[in-house]
């Protein structure tokens, strides 16, 4: 399994606040995503990263900022937190040397905003 | 568009067994690829099976297949002799061209095998 840590795993914030989701790798894999899970939507893709300092948005990136300054950190950032940014949040990976590409996910971070 | 649809948003199994999970698809990229995952109450994803838009026979990986129909655009999965532990949420997730390897997934389907 793919070395994959996310911090913290829970939080509760209050609306208006600024909050930082770290996910960590430790297998040098190239691609990295966040990824919002809400109930009768699945997972969907907020921002992704193809490589240090390259990063680009996905289909819900409103609200959401995004940072690589390591091959092995992916930070996502929500400026001003609100209620509807209440999930959880995944991180994944993936390695470009891949046959199928699936993505290896973290274990998740669920995020409360009252 | 809706680019992945599963039209079945709980179902109920016997264990022993065979239970098919429904996914449709959208593209118009000949290339791409077709994913299934499985989130246990625990919340991890763990992926099981990948079909590719090119591949000529059905994927299998153990108890799981995956029934590709390219013309219909369908990828259902098929769990085989259903056990206590496949009680869980299932996603269908689809990868078209382009070289960043994003996916895009489904809602989900609820699984529960009944004993």
């Known amino acids: 399994d793919a070395g994959i840590t996310q911090s913290p795993r829970h939080k509760v914030t209050e609306t208006g606040t600024p909050v930082t989701l770290r996910c960590h790798q430790t297998?040098?894999?190239?691609?990295m995503y966040w990824y919002r899970q809400d109930p009768g939507h699945g997972l969907r893709l907020i921002h992704y990263?193809?490589?240090?300092?390259?990063?680009d948005k996905g289909e819900v990136s409103d609200g959401y900022s995004v940072s690589r300054s390591k091959t092995e950190d992916f930070l996502l950032t929500l400026e001003s937190a609100t209620s509807s940014q209440t999930s959880v949040y995944f991180c994944?990976?993936?390695?470009?040397?891949?046959?199928?590409?699936?993505?290896?996910f973290g274990e998740g971070s669920r995020l409360t905003v009252l | 568009a809706q680019k992945i649809t599963q039209t079945q948003p709980g179902m109920f199994v016997q264990e022993k067994e065979a239970v098919t999970l429904d996914c449709t698809y959208d593209t118009s990229d000949p290339s791409y690829g077709l994913f299934w995952y499985k989130q246990p109450s625990s919340g991890e994803m763990i992926f099981l099976i990948y079909?590719?838009?090119?591949?000529?026979q059905n994927a299998t990986e153990g108890r799981y297949s995956l029934n590709f129909q390219k013309a219909r655009k369908s990828a259902n999965l098929v769990i085989s002799a259903s056990q206590l532990g496949d009680s869980a949420m299932y996603f269908c997730a689809m990868r078209e061209g382009g070289g960043d390897y994003k996916l895009s997934f489904g809602a989900g389907t609820t699984v529960t095998v009944r004993a």
């Open positions: 990263s193809y490589g240090v300092k390259d990063t």
């Open positions: 079909q590719g838009s090119y591949d000529q």
């Open positions: 297998e040098n894999h190239r691609y």
């Open positions: 994944a990976t993936q390695t470009s040397g891949s046959s199928t590409g699936e993505l290896f």
